[in-house]
């Protein structure tokens, strides 16, 4: 006999204004009490009142936001079996509220965990004082990075990473620089995105890295100040400052950073080569150091106004100086197969590299009537703009040889513009439903020009002028809706692109076509205890213009990076099923097949001789399978833990350099980060990652992992706040890896400044009221987070 389906208790109750009108649509979000994570939103109805299910015998609380009023936050309650039902909750305006008046249980948790989505919450992690925004991305959970600081999620390459909606046209160590000269200080949290809605670019097969910035939501003039200093084998320091003035109808804002800092990078390579023409068998062995120093400036500058109660506009302009300087030195020596002595040289690199970048945005919002519920179109207009200027300088001195010293020089000029514009539009429908539809258009045009002297003398052989061009049009639409115990999602996505490449004015490939990208999910709950989530997406990763340019980064006198001219996009279809139990304990199953998968490969150069080029190239297929386990945990009141472990086999195959690859490995990657309440007001967090050996195309890399230790303490009325951490406590971080070939091996390792001791000190000033909670007008940002902006 069928057992009858169970059906959850609820919380209910009515929402009102002070004076007692009934107030419709207002947000009404159920939290759990221990941590404030949200279990489930809702809006109340036209009568004010919200109905909320959830599991009895737990302890919850209600949050309750609408346009106008301040914050609500409600004493914390056990769910009955029978249901609650809550005494009616009265809103107050904003303007006669003050932060003193609204009580918060618990601080946001550092990690929270929804189908398809991770948020890292890394404002209040005192492991992100000091930090770069690429070393908050690299220790996010199921993020990695490898030696050419790609990032992979769960195991897989081809990411979209956007800044506050906006896309990072950037990859390797051009995404690295990026963020790098990025301080963590500006980062209010990072989602992880494997499977996103058709309101995000196609693009990233592996899924969505959104990067938030924070922002100040305090009424009148108000701000902050902070400073931390870091030391490894060298220092680093940031400062900034930010400044905020916010008033009924309009609101300033801006912020400025500076950073300062020194690292360094000790690789190793060992390289052995079977004999080809004239050049017998041989090994290779090189040894070099890289001191890197890092200077960036960063401010934002602009304004929201409210041109009406229901219409918004935002303006902004951000700009990002960095200069590197780099001096490499290295030691090479060439033996034969017997061991003997055949050859070698010592090399000094010494490179110059200004990225001057900035961007600009324009945005709009209307909702159609006065409530969160209604109707609300949406419109940016964005343009960005980066600079990377590199100069070159590469003397060689051979051991063997009686010929002097040889000198390669560059200089290289690259210009990147980005123009976007795009609408969104969403509507309400009967029965919890809701349309969203928009279109976009991008454009991309990058020009790229480099000269190389040798020994003074202009050599064409690889100088030259690299132009790209891209035109995507987009439109998508999406339908997502509510049953009983049931949600939905339903979009699909269509893109038209243009590429067209150019070397030294002539036509190298052009590119036209549409591809559509389907997406869905589905999420039910199957009783008390278990709910399941189902998600599949089509997803294409076009190679940059990064990685079609062939033009030459020298790292040494025997290696370069370049690009690949001849690269075409990988597409991608992507299914998980995912379980959780209890509304915390998570388990997803994942599996995607990529076709024409780009990775990076290094092999001996076409130019002959005992070069090595790194590149990227187009394999056949790569098959992904995953198995994701998510536990938060609450060891004792003072205690929580999250645990997080990616456990997914690779499979690559395809062909290069004469070597058939069918190559697969199981691989896991493994995250607990714990946060602890201390004795007088202090806090504490101790995080450690570990990445088990994988395969990706070619290279096996082997086994690595970090331990992160950090405290805080805040004082002077929470004004002010210290912040201590230690990265990498037991230097568990270099990377070693081994790339095979029929006709040629590189073993690399690679050691960074990454053990590191820092301090920092923040401190807030000016008004402490705060602004209704709505949608604010600044890129509309929640809307540029949700649609992917640029």
């Known amino acids: 006999m069928a057992l009858p389906a169970q059906s959850l208790p609820a919380v209910s109750g009515t929402v009102q204004a002070s004076a007692g009108a009934l107030i419709a649509y207002a947000t009404v979000t159920l939290h759990r009490a221990a941590d404030s994570v949200v279990v489930k939103t809702e809006f109340s109805d036209e009568q004010g009142a919200f109905r909320l299910e959830a599991l009895a015998g737990r302890r919850y609380l209600v949050s309750v936001s609408q346009v106008g009023y301040a914050r609500h936050w409600g004493e914390a309650f056990e769910l009955i079996r029978s249901g609650v039902v809550l005494p009616p909750i009265r809103l107050v305006t904003s303007q006669a509220t003050a932060l003193k008046e609204v009580t918060v249980t618990a601080r946001k948790p550092l990690y929270e965990h929804q189908a398809g989505r991770t948020v890292v919450n890394v404002a209040d992690s005192p492991l992100s004082a000091g930090a770069t925004t690429l070393d908050v991305l690299g220790r996010a959970p199921g993020v990695t990075l490898d030696a050419s600081n790609n990032p992979s999620l769960r195991g897989r390459q081809g990411l979209l990473v956007v800044v506050d909606g906006k896309r990072v046209p950037l990859t390797g160590e051009d995404l690295a620089s990026y963020l790098r000269a990025l301080p963590a200080e500006q980062v209010q949290s990072v989602e992880l995105l494997t499977n996103p809605p058709a309101q995000y670019d196609a693009q990233g097969g592996a899924g969505v890295i959104a990067i938030n910035l924070k922002k100040d939501q305090r009424l009148g003039t108000n701000g902050s100040a902070n400073a931390s200093y870091g030391r490894g084998e060298y220092g680093k320091l940031t400062a900034g400052l930010s400044l905020n003035h916010r008033r009924k109808n309009i609101n300033y804002f801006g912020n400025y950073t500076y950073t300062n800092r020194r690292d360094f990078a000790r690789q190793e390579f060992d390289r052995q080569y079977a004999a080809a023409g004239a050049l017998p068998a041989a090994r290779g062995s090189i040894v070099g150091k890289r001191v890197l120093d890092l200077a960036s400036h960063s401010a934002k500058l602009g304004a929201d106004i409210n041109l009406t109660k229901a219409s918004l506009l935002g303006l902004s302009l951000t700009g990002l100086l960095s200069q590197t300087n780099t001096a490499n030195s290295s030691q090479t020596q060439f033996e034969d197969a017997g061991g003997a002595l055949i050859g070698g040289n010592s090399s000094t690199t010494r490179q110059d590299i200004r990225r001057p970048s900035g961007s600009a945005n324009v945005n709009f919002r209307h909702a159609f009537a006065d409530s969160a519920a209604a109707a609300a179109l949406s419109a940016d207009a964005d343009f960005a703009h980066y600079n990377t200027r590199r100069t070159l300088a590469l003397a060689t001195f051979s051991h063997y040889l009686a010929a002097g010293p040889s000198l390669l020089t560059g200089d290289q000029l690259s210009e990147l513009q980005i123009a976007a514009v795009k609408i969104d539009y969403t509507r309400p429908l009967p029965r919890r439903a809701r349309l969203d539809v928009g279109a976009k258009t991008t454009l991309v045009n990058s020009a790229n020009n480099v000269a190389f002297l040798n020994e003074g003398v202009y050599d064409s052989s690889i100088s030259t002028n690299f132009n790209y061009q891209e035109k995507v049009q987009a439109v998508y639409a999406s339908l997502r809706g509510a049953a009983t115990k049931t949600t939905f999602q339903a979009g699909l996505r269509a893109e038209q692109a243009t590429i067209r490449t150019e070397t030294d004015g002539e036509l190298l490939r052009e590119q036209n076509y549409l591809q559509f990208f389907p997406s869905a999910s589905v999420q039910r709950t199957l009783n008390a205890q278990h709910t399941l989530a189902l998600t599949a997406s089509r997803r294409i990763d076009r190679p940059n213009y990064g990685q079609l340019n062939p033009l030459r980064s020298y790292f040494d006198a025997t290696s370069y990076r370049s690009g690949n001219p001849d690269l075409v996009a990988q597409t991608s279809y992507n299914v998980e099923l995912m379980h959780t139990f209890r509304q915390k304990f998570s388990t997803t ?114 086994a690595r992992g970090q331990l992160l230790l950090g405290v805080q303490r805040s004082f002077w009325a929470k004004q002010a706040t210290l912040r201590l951490n230690v990265a990498d406590v037991l230097y568990t971080a270099p990377i070693r890896s081994t790339s095979v070939y029929d006709g040629f091996t590189e073993s690399f390792r690679l050691r960074q400044d990454t053990r590191v001791a820092t301090v920092a000190f923040t401190y807030r000033f000016g008004s402490s009221k705060v602004a209704a909670a709505r949608k604010r007008a600044a890129g509309a940002d929640d809307e540029l987070r949700r649609a992917g902006g640029l």
């Open 589 to 702: 199953l994942s599996y995607a097949q990529t076709d024409k998968p780009i990775v990076t490969v290094v092999q001996p150069a076409p130019d002959g001789g005992r070069l090595v080029v790194n590149r990227d190239v187009n394999l056949t297929t790569h098959n992904y399978y995953a198995l994701t386990l998510t536990a938060p945990l609450e060891p004792a009141k003072w205690w929580t833990l999250y645990a997080n472990g990616v456990f997914y086999y690779s499979r690559f195959r395809g062909y290069l350099a004469g070597t058939a690859l069918d190559r697969q490995q199981p691989a896991c990657i493994l995250t607990a980060s714990n946060t602890f309440s201390l004795p007088r007001s202090w806090s504490g967090e101790l995080s450690g990652t570990f990445q088990s050996g994988e395969i990706w195309g070619f290279e096996r890399a082997r």
